[in-house]
């Protein structure tokens, strides 16, 4: 995977202070204009790390000296029960992740989404992040009204304002944003089960949703302190689903020459069935950490995200996403975010390509990678760029093949993973193949 050249905008380093989303008393309150951010504001203090997206990282947290009292208040609100890909954002949206958003999206933001890839209000958007509802529900809700947010258990999560009500055309977005209506596509099956109709306002998280990982969960003001507490002036974001391998390893190394510091940033919240589950997955993160990372030059932390699928468009919003935890560069690998043969190997480079830097557009930097892989005759990681051997000396497999292997109970080569990691993962293969099936891990390059 070779890295694109471009230097870092030394002026992304300084950045307008947070939006507090405050709480109000506990009777339904005029809520703030739209979900989107409007003007950034100059006032506030300083952040470390690149400006959130939209000048203000957004803060709808409600503070834990109000939480019982609004508790009690929203449980007499009538009741909106939300899948997991919207605990999920919900959540983000909350602690500012997913900055300027600062609720779910209405039908302007969403048309704008679609169409613009940029937000109503102008800023760069690319994935509608939506509250997606039955219609018969939909219906009985009143714009204006305030509502109490659920998990499927009854757990009280958040409050919404409701601004806006919509319906979804599911085709619609799956070709926008999917690129196909193909239900075989992950996210375009996951679309086509949620409702067909969305609640559109701003949100005010409550209690966070349940996770085994929550202490290794870091919000982007925590992240963003760290980073001031290490000194970095520049961090490079690493997205992935999947187990750590040499190539991520060599491309990250990569980035780390040039740049302070890494945020290894790997996504955990729901995913496909037949993805490495988050704490096999979290095992080899901390293994290959361990032995083969200077520490202080690290950070790792778990992202609490949904995963769409979605190619181009979904590669962008995770440079958004990092950029709003202060990384100013993001790697960007061959088919970022892809999934089967949805999406070409660079469609994800050419989009990033297109949109506008500075103003309303990106201030994180894209990092391009090509695929990377063990050269026999090298005796090194290398790329095509770089090694002028041909494919028979080149360690790299499939992810087909790294589940033939680990099925069959057979060692991944050190060329392709750390021994620590091929441990970790034929363990797991075992385990699961007891209870009756393994997925195996996806494609080991994404």
């Not at 306002?201 to 409550?206: A, F, K, T």
């Not at 997205?239 to 491309?251: G, K």
Request: aromatic share 8%; charged share 20%; proline share 10%.
């Amino acid at each position: 995977m070779t890295l694109d050249p471009r230097t870092p905008d030394t002026a992304r380093n300084a950045s307008p202070g947070t939006d507090g989303g405050g709480s109000p008393a506990p009777a339904p309150a005029p809520a703030p204009a739209g979900t989107g951010s409007s003007e950034p504001s100059p006032a506030g203090s300083a952040l470390p790390g690149a400006p959130p997206h939209g000048g203000r990282l957004v803060d709808r947290l409600v503070p834990a000296d109000q939480r019982d009292e609004m508790l009690r208040w929203a449980a007499g609100l009538r009741r909106v029960v939300v899948d997991a890909q919207a605990a999920a954002d919900l959540e983000l949206i909350a602690v500012g992740a997913y900055s300027p958003l600062t609720g779910f999206m209405d039908r302007d933001d969403y048309e704008s989404v679609l169409e613009s890839l940029t937000l109503d209000s102008g800023w760069t958007w690319t994935l509608p992040v939506t509250l997606n509802v039955d219609p018969e529900e939909a219906r009985q809700v009143r714009e204006g009204e305030t509502v109490a947010l659920a998990a499927p258990d009854g757990t009280l999560l958040a409050l919404l304002d409701v601004e806006d009500r919509f319906r979804i055309n599911k085709g619609r977005e799956a070709a926008k944003v999917y690129g196909t209506q193909d239900p075989g596509h992950p996210g375009v099956h996951a679309l086509y089960r949620r409702g067909g109709a969305a609640l559109g306002g701003p949100v005010r998280l409550l209690q966070r949703p349940p996770s085994v990982h929550r202490s290794r969960i870091l919000d982007p003001a925590a992240v963003r302190a760290e980073i001031q507490r290490r000194g970095w002036r520049t961090v490079v974001g690493f997205q992935t689903r999947n187990p750590l391998h040499r190539a991520h390893e060599y491309l990250q190394k990569c980035a780390l020459e040039l740049y302070d510091g890494l945020l290894l940033h790997p996504l955990v919240g729901p995913t496909k069935d037949d993805d490495v589950p988050a704490g096999v997955r979290i095992d080899t993160y901390d293994a290959v950490l361990a032995g083969y990372y200077p520490g202080e030059r690290v950070l790792l932390s778990l992202f609490p995200a949904a995963m769409r699928y979605a190619g181009p468009r979904e590669a962008v919003f995770h440079a958004i996403c990092r950029q709003n935890y202060g990384c100013t560069h993001f790697i960007v690998g061959r088919s970022h975010a892809g999934v089967g043969d949805f999406y070409g190997p660079y469609d994800a480079w050419r989009l990033f390509e297109q949109l506008p830097r500075g103003g309303r557009g990106l201030a994180v930097e894209p990092l391009f990678f090509e695929d990377a892989f063990y050269c026999r005759a090298c005796g090194g990681m290398a790329t095509a760029r770089t090694c002028p051997h041909p494919e028979n000396l080149r360690v790299s497999l499939s992810g087909t093949e790294v589940r033939r292997m680990l099925a069959a109970g057979r060692p991944l080569p050190p060329e392709f993973t750390r021994p620590e990691v091929g441990t970790i993962l034929l363990e797991h293969a075992r385990a699961a193949a007891a209870r009756g099936g393994w997925g195996g891990p996806p494609a080991p390059a994404g």
